[in-house]
């Protein structure tokens, strides 16, 4: 066996459990970030069983840049840091990241459903333990696109891709089955970020709070991801409802997941030519639209 089908092997056999794609400067701060992707084995398993598990993607600070400490096997001490930093670095002026409260002189946790101190936080406790390959050192940038042949992928399930240079993104999906993908950086007062974002238009729907985002960022020649009020979900122009909400399953009695249905490609990809997609607000989201 060669040293790429080895490689490749260990991945989607979970030996290797993550590999750092990226590691770089923020496009939207200049600090130093990384880009990850792990449950690659779980993605592939779930490849031939058809259960909707994707490769999952986190861009996240690299750790001893930012003096975030890490344990022994424990997840990172994220906490901190975000206090400190907001994530702005890979988060932007994304309204739902952590807020600037003046008072304290820190940074607040926002409406983002992510918990950062679960799957974010042992996701950089692995990366601040170097237990993951580095493309470009530990193999090469070209093996990044096989890594996720035929899987599917989801591009940031924490952070904003729009951080991350789009080629990566670009050479990641060349060959997987699906992906999905969000940004907030479309409306960015950050310009890196912002054009980066615009050139993800073919990876990456814009995510929206109101009808007038919607209305931006369709102009701009983005498919949207509108969240809508709790419950609204009444038809839409142009617009599909998500088939994976509670709604949908009431409205039609199925559901589906991303993996399946893949239709958060951005621009091209699954999604081609089709219509945008909302989904009403749930739980911590319900209280982030402006609709
Ligand atoms: S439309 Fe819904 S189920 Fe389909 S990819 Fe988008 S979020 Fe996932």
Redesign the pocket.
Known sequence: MDDKTQFLADIQRGKIGGVILWRGKSLINGEPIVAVACKIADANKSANTKTGAMVQTFILPDPKAHGIECAGNRPAKIQDWLERTGARSICGDCPHAWQYDPALDRYKKGSCYVREYQSPAAVLGAVYRESYPVAGVDFPKRWIADIVAGLSVRLGAYGDPAAVPAMLWARLVSKAKSR?GYTHQWDSAHDKARLNAFYMRAFL?ASCDSVADYNAATRLGFRA?LVTPRGDASPRENM?L????SEFEQLHGRK???A??????GAMGK?ENKKS?F?PAHGATASRVGV
């Open positions: 999905t729907m991801f599909t998500c088939p994976a909400s589906t997941n991303c399946k249905c893949g239709l958060c490609s999604g997609v989904i």
